[in-house]
């Protein structure tokens, strides 16, 4: 039995795509948290044990993780949290306990890039994942965190100012060069940890994509593309606060440290190699999710 947490969401959603084709083969039954089943289409309802409600309460993950062989956690999004740490270790907590309880033995969780670099203690959002990582490892069970660069996909976000304006913007600096991935890539590599549990211990999982690309790169390979011209533009954090619109003063004070913490290296201190590596490239990325956005 493997247990998807988030599974209308952007990984947790192509994982279970994939886990649909491939564990019942493999004699995997699956089973999902989600507040909402009616956003699961129906033939996905239809082959899954749904558990109603948040992984982030008790009840819920005392009914999901019973016999529960693995599960996929991924913590969401929560912009009115008191802090990062309550973001990620807060929510987690009451899951590790019912890792014990329920004597889970693997776990595959989404994370980040940073661990060992200069910059991971003062990286806001991805220091708490990181803590969080170290919480649920504490628990016995084996953990690979999934440790993710910058996603491509967060581009996506921008469509409108590219499709109308010709720019997207970020913090870094035009010309510094660093890993990106595709969110498809993670959640394959999700689904190969799932399914082949032959691995202990605890670790990290790189996830780097194919080449490292700085952010005029991407805007000549958006430009290409697009078959128009696309520029970068590079906006300071004191702007990037500012558009934080809806979110706690403690969420946007961690997720400005972690873009500061970007451009000094967060992402830099894992080498890519054949295991590290991700197979999307951000041109293949492009033609086939940005573009189809873009033109929509």
Not at 25 to 35: D, F, K, P
Not at 123 to 134: F, K, R, Y
Not at 151 to 170: C, E, K, S, W, Y
Not at 222 to 246: M, N
Request: with cysteine; proline share 6%; hydrophobic share 45%.
């Amino acid at each position: 039995m493997i247990v998807i947490t988030t599974p209308t969401g952007q990984i947790g959603g192509r994982l279970l795509d994939i886990l649909l084709n491939e564990a019942p083969a493999r004699g995997e039954e699956l089973r999902v948290i989600v507040r909402d089943p009616g956003k699961l289409p129906a033939q996905t309802r239809d082959r899954v044990d749904v558990v109603t409600g948040s992984h982030g309460d008790a009840e819920v993950v005392d009914r999901a993780f019973t016999g529960a062989d693995a599960v996929f956690w991924l913590v969401p999004s929560n912009p009115r949290a008191p802090s990062p740490d309550a973001v990620y270790s807060g929510f987690t907590r009451t899951a590790a306990e019912a890792f014990r309880t329920h004597g889970v033995g693997h776990v595959v969780g989404v994370s980040a890039l940073g661990r060992g670099t200069p910059a991971a203690g003062r990286a806001g959002l991805v220091t708490a994942s990181l803590a969080m990582d170290d919480l649920i490892a504490s628990t016995g069970v084996a953990y690979r965190a999934l440790a993710n660069p910058t996603f491509m996909d967060n581009l996506l976000r921008q469509v409108a100012p590219i499709r109308d304006h010709g720019v997207f913007t970020d913090t870094v600096t035009a010309d510094r060069k660093a890993p990106a991935a595709a969110t498809r890539d993670i959640a394959a590599a999700a689904a190969g940890l799932l399914l082949d549990r032959s691995w202990t211990g605890t670790g990290e999982v790189p996830v780097l994509g194919p080449e490292d690309l700085s952010a005029d790169d991407m805007a000549r390979i958006i430009s290409d593309v697009l078959g128009r011209p696309v520029r970068y533009e590079r906006q300071s954090l004191d702007d990037f606060r500012a558009v934080l619109h809806g979110i706690g003063n403690a969420i946007a004070d961690g997720y400005v440290d972690m873009m500061r913490a970007k451009d000094d290296g967060l992402d830099d201190g894992v080498r890519r190699t054949p295991r590290t590596a991700s197979p999307t490239t951000f041109r293949a990325w492009c033609e086939e999710v940005l573009k189809p956005a873009v033109l929509a």
